[in-house]
């Protein structure tokens, strides 16, 4: 069975510009979950999606927003990048209530 | 208030001998699972044991276990046999209402482990 992919791996942004990352979770997984991930603030859950619909969102302002589609695929968008953008982000699927798994992640960097 | 902490920044421990990392949660919800993963230097997260508050038994998978003491609100990462392979940080991770309805985890800020040969 094929793990939580994301793409792309690495992206390098600048000040002001948007971006869009991609997560596919494990099949049969109708959960989808995103976390940031940076060294001052570690892991934050930024939003859960389940079924095409937001079930529950982090405290992260409004720039950051996602969208799941019916084949559970989701996609997360930064707006008006900010260099304290810069992290690794990652998502994770789930059946759910039971484990998650996370994909490899996608680096951001914002110069 | 932070629901979950890990208070060993570091942990350093012989290859072949185990080592426990410790985990304290903090929640007033009656149902939660508990996670561990490790995270390499690539930075995937790889999941390794989950623990559900209602389980009766310690979860287990290989050489990985889980010392769930719930009144003491503790869920610490044992290791057997401690490998090279194991250097990485390790995290714990709660999430609430463990039944259904939101999937979000909470986690600690981590303890990164070095395996000495």
């Known amino acids: 069975k094929a793990g939580v992919t994301q793409t792309p791996r690495y992206l390098i942004k600048t000040r002001g510009q948007q971006v869009t990352l991609s997560c596919s979770p494990i099949?049969?997984?109708?959960?989808v979950s995103w976390y940031q991930q940076t060294p001052g603030q570690g892991l934050q859950f930024l939003f859960e999606?389940?079924?095409?619909?937001?079930?529950n969102k982090g405290n992260f302002p409004g720039r950051f927003s996602g969208r799941q589609f019916s084949n559970s695929r989701s996609e997360m968008n930064v707006s008006t990048l900010e260099l304290g953008d810069s992290a690794l982000y990652l998502c994770?699927?789930?059946?759910?209530?039971?484990?998650?798994?996370f994909g490899p992640g996608t680096r951001l960097t914002v110069l | 208030a932070q629901k979950i902490t890990q208070t060993q920044p570091g942990m350093f421990v012989q290859e072949k001998e185990a080592v426990t990392l410790d985990c304290t949660y903090d929640t007033s919800d009656p149902s939660y699972g508990l996670f561990w993963y490790k995270q390499p230097s690539s930075g995937e997260m790889i999941f390794l044991i989950y623990?559900?508050?209602?389980?009766?038994q310690n979860a287990t998978e290989g050489r990985y276990s889980l010392n769930f003491q719930k009144a003491r609100k503790s869920a610490n990462l044992v290791i057997s046999a401690s490998q090279l392979g194991d250097s990485a940080m390790y995290f714990c991770?709660?999430?609430?209402?463990?039944?259904?309805?939101?999937?979000?985890?909470?986690f600690g800020k981590g303890t990164k482990l070095t395996v000495n040969p």
């Open positions: 999606y389940f079924s095409e619909t937001q079930r």
């Open positions: 994770a699927s789930s059946i759910p209530s039971v484990e998650q798994f």
């Open positions: 991770a709660m999430r609430e209402g463990d039944q259904g309805g939101s999937e979000k985890l909470v």
């Open positions: 099949s049969g997984h109708r959960s």
């Open positions: 623990q559900g508050s209602y389980d009766q």
